[in-house]
């Protein structure tokens, strides 16, 4: 208990084992009794914002419902980023979870369309044009059916066929004499 005498002087009496007595004037009690008002005030304060951080409350949820997200996606076998990206449009757009997300034909339909229109482009980006001539050109025998014969019956070729051909064909036509008398589309009179 404190007790005020008339010098102005507080005097706390404990009584019990241990206590100590001590005494303070009533300038160095009020001064005393305002730091510990204001810690108490403090204390009070940070609980308080401890208890209110929206971030305490969110952000857990938040990293709960990320995980959650990427489980869903491991477990329906995206892992690409155009696969996730259109997944996370349909999740903001729709305002749906996860699962539902996953589970929707529409959404389902895309996400197949997307895979085989990465598939196409995976094909058909690695091939690349052949130097030399396909298989049917590369036969005598195909050039024979498209040539036509000039004025003088002479067989004539078309512009499109290779070079490396003129030989093959000459010896396929007449193997015993090398065929001079042909006339080529870049040969002259």
Do not use: C
Not at 35 to 51: H, M, P, V
Not at 117 to 122: G, Y
Not at 129 to 143: F, L, M, Q
């Amino acid at each position: 208990m404190i007790d005020s005498n008339q010098d102005g002087v507080v005097d706390d009496n404990n009584e019990g084992e241990g206590a100590e007595v001590v005494t303070l004037s009533k300038g160095e009690h009020a001064k005393l009794n305002e730091t510990i008002g204001s810690l108490k005030r403090e204390l009070k304060d940070l609980r308080k914002a401890k208890d209110e951080t929206p971030e305490t409350k969110n952000k857990p949820d938040e990293v709960l419902l990320k995980r959650l997200d990427s489980l869903a996606l491991k477990t329906a076998g995206i892992v690409e980023a155009d696969e996730k990206e259109l997944f996370e449009k349909w999740k903001t757009d729709t305002g749906r979870e996860a699962d539902a997300v996953i589970d929707n034909n529409i959404f389902r339909k895309e996400l197949e369309d997307l895979r085989t229109a990465r598939k196409n482009l995976a094909a058909t980006s690695d091939i690349k044009g052949e130097t030399g001539i396909s298989e049917a050109k590369a036969n005598p025998d195909y050039w024979i059916s498209r040539s036509s014969k000039d004025s003088e019956g002479n067989p004539v070729f078309p512009e499109d066929m290779q070079r490396e051909m003129f030989t093959k064909v000459l010896d396929k036509l007449n193997p015993k004499s090398q065929g001079t008398k042909l006339r080529f589309y870049n040969s002259q009179k």
